[in-house]
DNA sequence: AGCATAGGCTAACGCCGTTAGCCTCGCAAG
DNA sequence: CTTGCGAGGCTAACGGCGTTAGCCTATGCT
């Protein structure tokens, strides 16, 4: 039974135009390239002012987190209707993590300052591995190695002409 | 057939210190608390003496990082000896990775700066999962299981009270 | 009309990696 | 014995980082 999405820390207006201008240079230029002074000069404001709207750096971060998890999320759940839930998931995993490999790196790669997330929405965006497989030692280990192959993807750390799609469907049989 | 270790990018004797002093930097407070004056203050010296030795953070980030890389894979060729390899170079691998679990994220973390480090480490590293699975799409895929693994462990993303043991001896039935 | 609040601003602090330029010591060559 | 030179320190400084203090202005409510 997949429960409803948790909510959101909420955002003024203001704050979610921040979120928004955040969550595309993050896209455009990687994790690293999220400072306050590039953010603040895409709004055409100064730094400073960035924290009219988040207490810190950190905020702004776990608001930018929650985005990506609770989309990640909906994605994953969508993908239980479909035929073969695991190779779904899998599938939808992969799509959704290297359709935005910057945010994906910056959601799940790193110590997670938990604390800050809305709560529960950790946990509802990875249920659908447990849906999927109907165990939870099953589901975890099945997380592992989609997050292990993303981010390696991700990272470039696959030999080059590697045949990754192989790989995938090796995993996927193995866990089936 | 196992060849032998590529050889490491040579230090002289100065720079071997420097790098023990970071990467005890590095396994006692973390990735993050590896700047130029600290490690600089570790020696004795100022920050810009560092550069007498390497020409900036990321070579010597690039020396520790060749150093994990050959520890590692000292520790899984050598699991390749033990009965049941696939479960060997598993136990192993965790347990390298845990033990030092800075230095684990800093070697396998992140977008990976190949040409600084000796030509064929990295591969060689990784070789055991291949030695001990016979086939490249096995491999890569238990090797991204495993890293998945070890590196949502160490960012303490699993959920509390998780039975990771149990989590293991799935993943390795899933690959046998 | 008066005033609080939202949301900007500048100046500045301490940290970061890094560079320029200087000095001093030990050793090797003439 | 002296001279020169490289190794390996040093200080001062630059620009960028997150962040804080303190100020100002406009909007809208009482």
Do not use: C
Request: glycine residues 8%.
């Amino acid at each position: 039974m997949s429960r409803e999405r948790p909510a959101l820390t909420p955002l003024t207006p203001r704050a979610t135009d921040i979120v928004s201008a955040a969550r595309a240079l993050v896209e455009d230029e990687g994790r690293e390239a999220l400072t306050m002074r590039v953010l603040a000069g895409r709004l055409g404001i100064r730094a400073p002012s960035l924290y009219k709207h988040f207490p810190d750096k950190a905020a702004l971060e776990a608001a930018l987190i929650e985005r990506s998890l609770a989309e990640l999320g909906e994605v994953l759940h969508a993908a239980l209707a479909e035929p073969e839930p695991v190779a779904a998931v899998l599938r939808r995993y992969r799509e959704s993590a290297v359709a935005s490999p910057n945010m994906y790196r910056l959601a799940t790669a790193g110590p997670l300052a938990r604390e800050r997330l809305a709560p529960g929405l950790e946990d509802w965006s990875g249920e659908p591995f447990f849906l999927a497989t109907g165990d939870p030692y099953r589901a975890q280990a099945l997380w592992s190695f989609a997050h292990g192959m993303v981010i390696l993807e991700i990272d470039g750390r696959f030999p080059g002409g590697s045949d990754l799609d192989r790989t995938w469907a090796e995993g996927a049989r193995a866990f089936s």
